[in-house]
C-alpha cells in the first residue's frame, strides 16, 4: 500500500495521470483522490481473498524441498531456476522505455525481486491454481472496469509518457501492466506468508519460539532486558537463560531426590555431547532422549559454539549442592555452613556465561583483554549479590521445602529450618545478606558503562530489576512490615512483587509538568498510595518556580477551557480555582502584527470580529465541528491499539474532522486575504508544527480561543502546577523526582525564549501580541524542515503584568518573548545547528525581536529592557530534560496521534503508566488534563477499583446553521463505516489465514452489531453534530 501511494502521488504531481474534478469527490491524501486509496483496498482484498480460497484444502509445507538432496529431483532443480528469476528482475528494474512504463518496473522490480528470492519454492511448486488463477481473473476483471473508466474519461495518461500500444481499444498497455504486477504483488506476498507458516509448522524445532515462551513465563526481568538487546544475540540470551530456567526447574521439580540426581546427570551429558571435540548426532539424540520435546527445542539451540563450558557446569554444581539439603539426611547440617559456603553456592548459579556471551557478539571486537576481564569479574560478584536477593527473598518458601542458604555458624547449632522457631533470627540475617548485596552492587555497578555500548543498557535493566526487589525488602524491613508478600511463594521468580507492580505503578512522564500532577492526585486520591517518577529535578515540571524580581513566569502561558477549572472535579473533590488558582481573562485575546505596520485584534468578541473577517461565521462552524467531535471521540477515548481507530463513532466523524488537509487548506478556503489566513493559522506554533503541515483538524485551537477566550493564572502558571502538588501530597502521593527518560521519537520544535524585565509600562504591547513573518511559508520551513532559526521568524510576545500586577512592580512590565525555532539534532550534519552556534543564534533573534517591535509599533524594547533570562534548545533540554529541546514533546501530524502516538499503557511492561503532552491525546494543558483522566481510568481499571467519576460520554454542542451542514453527511459517513468494517475484518482474515472460518463468523457477529447500531442511531430529523 505504501508503495501504491508514492507511485501514485507521483503520476498525479507530475500530471503523468490526470483526471478531471468532477469526476471524484474531492479528499486527496498526498494528491491521490479518495477514490483510488479505495481502489487499492478493493484490489487487495479481490486477488487476496481469492487466493486463500484457492488454497484453503493445500497443506503447503508439502511443496517444500530440499535443493541439497539428490534424491529429490524437484528440489534439485529449484536451484537455477531462482537465479534465473534473480537475473530477470534486476533487468527489468533498469527498462529504458518511456516514462509511465519505466516508474511500473523499477517500482515493483525491487520488490519482485525480494519476494521471488524468499518463496520461489511455493510459487515454482504449488498448482497454478493457486498462484497464476488468483492473479488472472482480478486482473481481467480490472482490465475491463479500467476500460469503462478510460473510455468515460475519468482518468487519463498523458501522450508522451506512454507507448501508444493497447492491449484492446481503450486499454493502454501501461495500464494493463500496472494491474498485472499489482496484482502478482498481493498474491505473491500472501504465497511468501504462507512460505514462512510452512517452515514453521514443519520445523518447530528450529526456532526459540518455546525458549521465548519459557523465557517470559518464568523470568519476566531477563525477559525485559532481552528486548533491550537486538538481533542474535537477543535470540542467543534468550536460549542461554531459557536453558537455566528449564534446568533449574526440572531439578527442583522433581518428586525425590533420586530424580533430582538423575536430572543432573542427563544435564551434564548434555553438555559433555555438545562440548566433545567431535559431533555425534546418533549420540546427541541419546543425550536429548530423556527430556520433554519443549525442553529438547530449547536445548539444542543452545549456542554453545559462543559459550565457554565452565560457567554452565558450576550451574550443574549448584544443582548438586541444592541436593546436599536432603542427601545429609539430619537438618541441624547443612550444605551452607559458613559464608564462603554461601559465595561458593552463589558463584555456581549466577556465573558470567551471559557476559562471555556479550563479548561473542561484540561487533567492533575492539574490547581491549585487562577491560574485558575486568568487567568479567565485575560480572561475577554482581551475579553473586543478585543471587544473594533471591536467597534473601525466598527464605520462608525455601525453608519449607527444607533448604537453609543463610551460613549456619550464623545461626547457632539449633536447627534453622523452621521459620516459625528462627524468625528474629532470620530477620537479622536477611538484612545482613542484603547489606552484602548492595555492597557488591555499588562497587561493581560502574563496570556496567565499560561494557561495549550496545549490552549497557540490557545488563542495567536486568540487574536494576532485581535490585528493586531488595529495595523493596528493605523498605519493608525498615517500616516493620512483613516480608512474606514478597516472591509469592514461588521459587525463581525474578521480578518486582506483584503490591509493588500493581499498587503503585510508575508514571513516567512524556512531556509536561502539569499532567502528571493531575494524574498523579487523582490516581492517590482513589489507591491511597503510589509513587511517581519524574525526570525534572524539582516539582514545577517545565513551567517552573515563580521568580522573585520583575519576571515572574517561565513561558508566555494562557489557559484554555477555563470551565474546567471552575467545576470541582468528582475525582479530586476540588477544583483549581477552590485551590486558590485566579484565572484573568485576556481581552482581546491577540493582537497580530503584520510587516507594515498593521494590527488584526482577534477577539471573543462577535461583532468586532465580524466588522474586519469575512465569513467568519463559516470558518468558526468548522472549527465548532473540530473542537467537538475531537473532544468526544479523542480526548475523551483512549486509543491503545489501532483496532481503537476502527471506532463507528470515530470513523463517522473523521471525514468532517478534515485530518489529512492542512490547517492552511482549510482556511484558505473560508479567508480571501492571505493575511487573515495567517491570523487564524498561526496558533499551530503552539503544536510545535507548521501551518502547512498541521492537520485541519488543530483549528479547534483557535475556536477554543475565540469561543471561550484565553485566560491568565493570576501569579503565573506555576500557580495551576503548586495546587496539583497540594491535592496530590493531601491524598498520600509521594513524588519522586529524577526517573529514567524514555527511547526519543520524532519531536515538535523548540524556542528561544527571552525573558525581560523592563523600567516602564509599555502601553504598545497588549497581553498577547504575535508578530508574523512576510516570507510565513519560508519561515516555517526553516523550522520544520531544516530545524533552523528562520531569517525572518514569527514570534509571541506576552506581556502578564498588563493582566496580572503581582507580575512586575508597579510602573514596570515583564515580557516574555518566544521565538520558534528548530530543534536539536542528533549527528545532523547538513541540518540544524551545532551547540556552539547558539550564543550566534541567541543574539541573532534577539536583534531580530527588538528590530521588529520598533519596526512595526514604534517602541524601542532595547532602551527599556534592565534584566534578561533566555532558555535556548540547548537549556531546554538541559535544565528541563525535554528530548532534543522540544518544547511541546512528541510531533502531532497524523501519524504520530491516535493509535499512532505512545500509548498511555506500556504493552509489555504491567502497570507501567504514561501522561503528558508526548503520549495520548497530545500537548496544551487541557489535552494533556484530558489525557490524564484517560490514564487515571486505566490504573483504577487494572487495579479492578471503581471509576468514581461519570462514564458517560461527552455531550456535543450544536451552534446555529450546524445541523443542514451535518445530516447529509452525516448519513453517508455511518454508511461508510460499515463498508470500512467489514474490509478492515475481511483485511485480518488474511492475517488469520489458518483459521479462516472463525474470521467469517467474527466478520458476520460484528457487522451486524456495526449496521444495528448505525439503524438505531441514523435518524436525520434530530441528527446533531
Same mark, same amino acid.
Request: proline share 7%; with cysteine.
Given at each position: 500500500m505504501y508503495e501504491y501511494v508514492l507511485v501514485d502521488s507521483y503520476l498525479v504531481r507530475t500530471r503523468i495521470w490526470t483526471y478531471p474534478q468532477d469526476a471524484v469527490?474531492?479528499?486527496?491524501?498526498?494528491?491521490?483522490?479518495?477514490?483510488?486509496?479505495?481502489?487499492?483496498?478493493?484490489?487487495?482484498? @479481490?486477488?487476496?481473498?481469492?487466493?486463500?480460497?484457492?488454497?484453503?484444502?493445500?497443506?503447503?509445507?508439502?511443496?517444500?524441498?530440499?535443493?541439497?538432496?539428490?534424491?529429490?529431483?524437484?528440489?534439485?532443480? !529449484?536451484?537455477? +531456476?531462482? %537465479?534465473?528469476g534473480q537475473g530477470i528482475f534486476l533487468l527489468c528494474s533498469a527498462v529504458p522505455i518511456f516514462v509511465r512504463a519505466r516508474l511500473i518496473f523499477g517500482w515493483a522490480s525491487p520488490v519482485l525481486l525480494m519476494l521471488w528470492t524468499f518463496a520461489y519454492q511455493l510459487l515454482l511448486t504449488l498448482p497454478w491454481t493457486q498462484t497464476w488463477l488468483p492473479i488472472g481473473l482480478p486482473t481481467l476483471y480490472l482490465w475491463i472496469v479500467d476500460t469503462l473508466a478510460l473510455r468515460r474519461g475519468t482518468w487519463h495518461i498523458e501522450s508522451g509518457t506512454k507507448l501508444g500500444i493497447h492491449v484492446w481499444p481503450h486499454l493502454e498497455i501501461e495500464e494493463a501492466v500496472f494491474f498485472l504486477i499489482t496484482n502478482i504483488l498481493v498474491v505473491w506476498g500472501s504465497v511468501a506468508f504462507d512460505n514462512a507458516i510452512a517452515i514453521l509448522d514443519a520445523f518447530p524445532q528450529e526456532f526459540p519460539v518455546n525458549a521465548l515462551t519459557v523465557l517470559a513465563r518464568k523470568s519476566r526481568s531477563f525477559y525485559l532486558a532481552s528486548g533491550v538487546f537486538a538481533g542474535r544475540l537477543r535470540i542467543d540470551l534468550v536460549l542461554l537463560y531459557a536453558f537455566c530456567r528449564v534446568a533449574d526447574d526440572l531439578v527442583d521439580n522433581a518428586p525425590s531426590a533420586e530424580e533430582a540426581d538423575k536430572w543432573v546427570k542427563h544435564f551434564s551429558n548434555f553438555l559433555d555431547t555438545i562440548y566433545s571435540p567431535k559431533r555425534d548426532e546418533a549420540r546427541l539424540r541419546h543425550a536429548l532422549a530423556p527430556f520433554p520435546s519443549q525442553v529438547q527445542s530449547i536445548l539444542v539451540l543452545l549456542p554453545a559454539d559462543k559459550l565457554p563450558s565452565e560457567p554452565l557446569y558450576a550451574l550443574l554444581d549448584g544443582f548438586r549442592i541444592d541436593q546436599e539439603f536432603f542427601n545429609k539426611g539430619s537438618k541441624t547440617t547443612t550444605p551452607i555452613e559458613t559464608y564462603s559456603d554461601l559465595e561458593r553456592y552463589a558463584s555456581c548459579v549466577a556465573g558470567t556465561v551471559g557476559l562471555n556471551l556479550v563479548y561473542q557478539h561484540d561487533p567492533d571486537r575492539d574490547t581491549d583483554i585487562a577491560t574485558k576481564e575486568k568487567c568479567l569479574a565485575a560480572g561475577a560478584r554482581m551475579g553473586r549479590a543478585l543471587q544473594y536477593i533471591n536467597i534473601a527473598r525466598d527464605v520462608r518458601t525455601d525453608a519449607e521445602t527444607g533448604r537453609c542458604y543463610i551460613p549456619s555458624e550464623w545461626l547457632g547449632r539449633s536447627p534453622v529450618t523452621s521459620v516459625d522457631a528462627r524468625r528474629e533470627a532470620f530477620a537479622t540475617h536477611r538484612k545482613r545478606i542484603l547489606d552484602a548485596a548492595f555492597t557488591m552492587y555499588a562497587e561493581n555497578r560502574n563496570a556496567i558503562e565499560e561494557l561495549p555500548r550496545y549490552a549497557r543498557s540490557g545488563i542495567r535493566v536486568a540487574v536494576e530489576s532485581y535490585m528493586e526487589i531488595g529495595r523493596v525488602m528493605r523498605e519493608r524491613m525498615e517500616q516493620g512490615k512483613p516480608l512474606d508478600f514478597i516472591g509469592g511463594g514461588k521459587r525463581g521468580r525474578t521480578s518486582v512483587p506483584p503490591a509493588r507492580r500493581t499498587l503503585s505503578p510508575s508514571l513516567v512522564p512524556r512531556g509536561r509538568g502539569e499532567t502528571e500532577r493531575h494524574e498523579q492526585a487523582k490516581k492517590c486520591r482513589d489507591c491511597r498510595s503510589g509513587s511517581w517518577k519524574h525526570r525534572q529535578c524539582c516539582?514545577? $515540571?517545565?513551567?517552573?518556580? =515563580?521568580?522573585?524580581?520583575?519576571?515572574? @513566569?517561565?513561558?508566555?502561558?494562557?489557559?484554555?477551557?477555563?470551565?474546567?477549572?471552575?467545576?470541582?472535579?468528582?475525582?479530586?473533590g476540588t477544583s483549581l480555582e477552590a485551590e486558590g488558582v485566579e484565572l484573568v481573562k485576556c481581552e482581546p485575546n491577540y493582537n497580530v502584527w503584520f510587516g507594515d505596520g498593521e494590527c488584526i485584534e482577534l477577539s471573543t468578541d462577535i461583532a468586532r470580529m465580524k466588522k474586519t473577517i469575512e465569513r467568519y461565521l463559516a470558518w468558526m462552524q468548522e472549527a465548532h465541528v473540530h473542537y467537538e467531535a475531537s473532544v468526544a471521540h479523542v480526548l475523551r477515548k483512549n486509543f491503545s491499539s489501532m483496532w481503537s481507530m476502527a471506532r463507528p463513532g470515530f470513523l463517522s466523524y473523521l471525514p468532517v474532522l478534515h485530518a489529512f488537509e492542512s490547517i492552511w487548506t482549510r482556511a484558505?478556503?473560508?479567508?480571501?486575504?492571505?493575511?487573515?489566513?495567517?491570523?487564524?493559522?498561526?496558533?499551530?506554533?503552539?503544536?510545535?508544527?507548521?501551518?502547512?503541515?498541521?492537520?485541519?483538524? &488543530?483549528?479547534?485551537?483557535?475556536?477554543?480561543?475565540?469561543?471561550?477566550?484565553? +485566560? &491568565?493564572?493570576?501569579?503565573?502558571?506555576?500557580?495551576?502546577?503548586?495546587? !496539583? *502538588?497540594?491535592? $496530590?501530597?493531601?491524598? +498520600? %502521593?509521594?513524588?519522586?523526582?529524577?526517573?529514567?527518560?524514555?527511547?526519543?521519537? =520524532?519531536?515538535? %520544535?523548540?524556542?528561544?525564549?527571552? &525573558?525581560?524585565?523592563?523600567?516602564? *509600562?509599555?502601553?504598545?504591547?497588549?497581553?498577547?501580541?504575535?508578530?508574523?513573518?512576510?516570507?510565513?511559508?519560508?519561515?516555517?520551513?526553516?523550522?520544520?524542515?531544516?530545524?533552523?532559526?528562520?531569517?525572518?521568524?514569527?514570534?509571541?510576545?506576552?506581556?502578564?503584568?498588563? @493582566?496580572?500586577?503581582?507580575?512586575?512592580?508597579? #510602573?514596570?512590565?515583564?515580557?516574555?518573548?518566544?521565538?520558534?525555532? #528548530?530543534?536539536?539534532?542528533?549527528?545532523?550534519?547538513?541540518?540544524? !545547528?551545532?551547540?556552539?552556534? +547558539?550564543?550566534?543564534? *541567541?543574539?541573532?533573534?534577539?536583534?531580530t525581536v527588538l528590530e521588529t517591535v520598533r519596526q512595526r509599533t514604534g517602541v524601542n524594547l532595547q532602551s527599556h529592557v534592565i534584566h534578561e533570562i533566555v532558555n535556548s534548545p540547548a537549556s531546554w533540554k538541559e535544565k528541563f530534560n525535554l528530548d532534543k529541546g522540544a518544547i511541546l514533546g512528541l510531533s502531532h501530524s497524523f501519524f504520530n496521534v491516535l493509535s499512532f502516538r505512545p500509548a498511555t499503557k506500556h504493552v509489555h511492561v504491567g502497570s507501567l503508566y504514561f501522561v503528558g503532552a508526548s503520549t495520548h491525546p497530545g500537548t496544551g494543558v487541557p489535552i494533556v488534563l484530558a489525557g490524564s483522566k484517560i490514564t487515571a481510568g486505566?490504573?483504577?481499571?487494572?487495579?479492578?477499583?471503581?471509576?468514581?467519576?461519570?462514564?458517560?460520554?461527552?455531550?456535543?454542542?450544536? *451552534?446555529?446553521?450546524?445541523?443542514?451542514?451535518?445530516?447529509?453527511?452525516?448519513?453517508?459517513?455511518?454508511?461508510l463505516v460499515l463498508v470500512l468494517h467489514v474490509l478492515l475484518l475481511l483485511i485480518s482474515a488474511v492475517v488469520t489465514r489458518r483459521h479462516l472460518y472463525q474470521s467469517w463468523i467474527l466478520i458476520v457477529i460484528l457487522s451486524a452489531c456495526v449496521l444495528i447500531q448505525i439503524i438505531e442511531r441514523f435518524d436525520i430529523d434530530s441528527y446533531k453534530l
Open positions: 469527490l474531492g479528499p486527496t491524501l498526498f494528491d491521490i483522490p479518495a477514490e483510488e486509496m479505495f481502489f487499492f483496498l478493493i484490489q487487495s482484498y @479481490i486477488a487476496t481473498g481469492l487466493q486463500i480460497l484457492a488454497t484453503k484444502s493445500v497443506i503447503t509445507a508439502t511443496y517444500l524441498h530440499n535443493e541439497t538432496d539428490p534424491r529429490d529431483l524437484v528440489g534439485s532443480s !529449484l536451484g537455477s +531456476w531462482k %537465479c534465473r516539582e514545577t $515540571g517545565q513551567s517552573g518556580p =515563580p521568580v522573585p524580581a520583575t519576571v515572574s @513566569i517561565k513561558a508566555p502561558l494562557f489557559f484554555y477551557c477555563p470551565t474546567s477549572s471552575k467545576k470541582p472535579s468528582p475525582t479530586l484558505a478556503r473560508y479567508f480571501m486575504t492571505e493575511r487573515l489566513r495567517r491570523a487564524f493559522t498561526f496558533g499551530s506554533m503552539y503544536m510545535g508544527m507548521s501551518p502547512f503541515e498541521t492537520p485541519g483538524t &488543530y483549528s479547534l485551537l483557535q475556536y477554543t480561543e475565540l469561543a471561550e477566550g484565553i +485566560w &491568565y493564572p493570576k501569579g503565573g502558571f506555576y500557580k495551576v502546577l503548586d495546587a !496539583l *502538588v497540594k491535592v $496530590g501530597r493531601t491524598s +498520600w %502521593c509521594r513524588i519522586q523526582a529524577q526517573a529514567a527518560s524514555l527511547s526519543k521519537k =520524532p519531536t515538535s %520544535c523548540s524556542s528561544i525564549s527571552f &525573558y525581560w524585565s523592563v523600567d516602564q *509600562v509599555i502601553p504598545e504591547l497588549g497581553t498577547h501580541n504575535v508578530f508574523l513573518a512576510d516570507d510565513y511559508k519560508s519561515s516555517f520551513d526553516e523550522i520544520f524542515q531544516r530545524q533552523q532559526l528562520p531569517i525572518e521568524p514569527s514570534f509571541h510576545v506576552n506581556v502578564p503584568s498588563r @493582566i496580572d500586577t503581582s507580575a512586575a512592580p508597579t #510602573g514596570r512590565d515583564s515580557i516574555i518573548v518566544l521565538v520558534s525555532c #528548530g530543534h536539536l539534532l542528533e549527528g545532523g550534519a547538513d541540518r540544524g !545547528l551545532d551547540s556552539q552556534d +547558539w550564543p550566534a543564534m *541567541v543574539s541573532k533573534a534577539r536583534n486505566q490504573i483504577l481499571d487494572g487495579l479492578g477499583l471503581t471509576i468514581p467519576w461519570p462514564q458517560g460520554g461527552h455531550q456535543i454542542r450544536t *451552534v446555529s446553521g450546524l445541523d443542514d451542514r451535518g445530516k447529509a453527511p452525516a448519513g453517508l459517513n455511518r454508511a
